[in-house]
């Protein structure tokens, strides 16, 4: 049975750094384009980043800069390095695995809150 588990989140002060992490199981990373996406209140869920098999990085829009993706192969891991976060960061970011052009398993979803 394909999971992705997220884990990292939480709070997190105005300004400051947070590193999500997604455990795949049962895929292998590397043989899916592996993404972040985040879904804020009563807003459509949106792409953050994704990192093919050749390990190349895509970035949503104006996503690039405060967010780096990255893939640990040996440990069949992805993940996200979020710097600089604002209010407007607060959402639920999950992660996802995509092959033949649609996304195939999406994890749970995991709170990140940017409050002082």
């Known amino acids: 049975q394909v999971r992705l588990a997220e884990s990292g989140g939480g709070l997190v002060q105005p300004g400051g750094p947070l590193t999500l992490s997604c455990a795949a199981s049962?895929?292998?990373?590397?043989?899916?384009?592996m993404g972040w996406y985040r879904q804020a209140p009563w807003q459509q869920r949106e792409l953050v980043a994704d990192?093919?098999?050749?390990?190349?990085?895509y970035y949503g829009e104006s996503m690039e800069g405060p967010f780096t993706i990255s893939r640990d192969n040996a440990k069949n891991t992805i993940a996200l390095r979020m710097i600089r976060l604002q209010p407007g960061d607060t959402a639920v970011y999950y992660c996802?695995?995509?092959?033949?052009?649609?996304?195939?398993?999406w994890g749970q979803g995991i709170q990140v809150t940017v409050s002082s």
């Open positions: 049962a895929i292998i990373v590397i043989t899916y384009i």
């Open positions: 996802a695995a995509a092959r033949d052009g649609r996304i195939q398993y």
């Open positions: 990192i093919s098999s050749d390990g190349s990085p």
